[in-house]
């Protein structure tokens, strides 16, 4: 978290809890607007566009706040298509990158006039079956997987285990097949990083495009137009780490783009990002309330949020998020887990946290939930997902999204209209019957 979301939580919070009682999610809108704003300036000057991941914070509050700032959304879904368009989004705003796709979710695409980001060669056969062609786009984006690379990224691992983008050895062959569907502009995505704190990580995303490109131009004529480098721009989650520098991965681009143009009479590609993390990650936090203080063989603070509400700690064994006690100074500080209420071990918020000591109804703050926190949630054992609220620039707190109830949403599914097929017909009986109705 912020100094400067840190600082307008501060007079809020209180309220907050009170007004609304924990758990919850609570985003900042200054902070959110802010990144916004810094990522179009690094980027200004150069054809360039992020593509907002959905995945990341799907709330038609905040990515209306996103559409405002000039940003398109990055979907992989039936139901993010449709929160895309509810935020304003249209035609191109809207960059579908899905893999394993169903024909009804390539028609959903089209319908939407979103640039399609194909995954496989299997998924560009079913978007030919669709009509005679790709229909009215003209435009079309091939996800490359471009196998082993040294130094894979700790959280994607090797690109040659990942199910995700066309091997490099099929790639001449989508284009062309794509080509003579009848599309005539191309761009290529792919996403070797995960956040990444580095802007070398970026940039070697960006190095494995161009090369790409460049092969693509070889073996079948056909410029690239646009490239996507994925959302693997991160946010520092533990306190001592430095901040990505954006402006430096703007600088860098810029030099990389200029030497490979100038290298084969080229004009500048379109740059695409679908950033969630980096543009709302910090902007968030998970605002939960002490259950239990529990000594066990280890020291526990039990909480009433879990993996429900956020679920990467227990996901990634390396992911971490900063806890605080915002009204623990001054008490001595105890080392502990903070956990939550499922029935399984890894529903752990923090392992060996020095924090003040608390006890029931204490609070405590999980930092940088604004990106993969509520969107990832689940409800094993019966335990909902917590609502979201907004904190307005005129110091407002605002419910964008209401808890899950176990009426309303949880039995929801319980409630159907009775349906059945009959039992088959035992074969014996099916001879019989055959028989006695014989004419």
């Not at 902007?283 to 879990?306: C, F, I, P, Q």
């Amino acid at each position: 978290m912020s100094a400067g979301f840190a600082s307008r939580l501060r007079p809020v919070l209180r309220d907050a809890v009170e007004h609304f009682g924990t758990p919850f999610h609570l985003y900042d809108e200054t902070g959110i607007s802010e990144t916004c704003a810094h990522f179009n300036d690094v980027f200004s000057g150069m054809p360039f566009r992020e593509y907002f991941a959905v995945k990341a914070l799907p709330n038609p509050a905040v990515m209306s706040l996103l559409h405002g700032h000039g940003f398109g959304f990055d979907c992989s879904s039936l139901p993010e298509l449709a929160l895309a368009g509810q935020a304003g989004a249209r035609g191109h705003d809207v960059f579908f990158t899905s893999n394993n796709t169903s024909r009804e979710e390539l028609a959903a695409a089209r319908a939407r006039s979103a640039l399609i980001n194909v995954d496989d060669v299997a998924v560009l056969a079913k978007l030919a079956d669709l009509t005679d062609g790709p229909g009215g786009e003209d435009t079309l984006c091939l996800r490359i997987n471009p196998g082993a690379l040294e130094g894979d990224d700790p959280f994607l691992g090797s690109p040659e285990h990942a199910k995700f983008g066309i091997p490099t050895h099929q790639l001449a062959h989508a284009v062309t097949m794509a080509r003579d569907l009848g599309v005539r502009h191309f761009g290529l995505h792919t996403m070797v990083a995960s956040n990444a704190l580095a802007v070398s990580s970026v940039v070697r995303t960006l190095d494995i495009l161009l090369r790409h490109a460049e092969l693509v131009r070889d073996e079948t004529g056909v410029e690239i137009e646009l490239l996507n480098l994925g959302g693997g721009i991160g946010i520092p989650y533990r306190p001592d780490e430095r901040p990505f520098d954006l402006p430096a991965l703007g600088r860098a681009l810029r030099r990389r783009l200029a030497d490979w143009t100038r290298a084969g009479a080229r004009t500048w590609p379109v740059i695409c990002f679908e950033s969630g993390r980096y543009i709302t990650g910090p902007h968030g936090v998970l605002v939960t309330s002490v259950v239990n203080r529990m000594s066990k063989w280890r020291e526990y603070v039990g909480v009433d949020a879990g993996m429900s509400a956020l679920m990467r700690p227990g996901l990634y064994p390396t992911a971490y998020h900063h806890i605080t006690a915002p009204w623990g100074d001054g008490r001595p500080s105890r080392t502990v887990d903070v956990v939550g209420s499922l029935c399984e071990n890894s529903d752990k918020f923090g392992i060996d946290r020095h924090l003040p000591e608390v006890d029931e109804g204490d609070v405590l703050l999980v930092h940088d939930t604004g990106a993969h926190g509520h969107a990832m949630g689940y409800t094993y054992n019966g335990r909902m997902r917590p609502k979201e609220l907004l904190l307005r620039a005129d110091g407002s707190v605002e419910l964008i999204r209401r808890a899950e109830e176990q009426e309303l949403d949880h039995f929801a599914t319980l409630r159907f209209v009775p349906d059945r097929i009959p039992a088959p017909v035992p074969a014996a009986h099916a001879v019989h019957l055959r028989e006695a109705t014989a004419p």
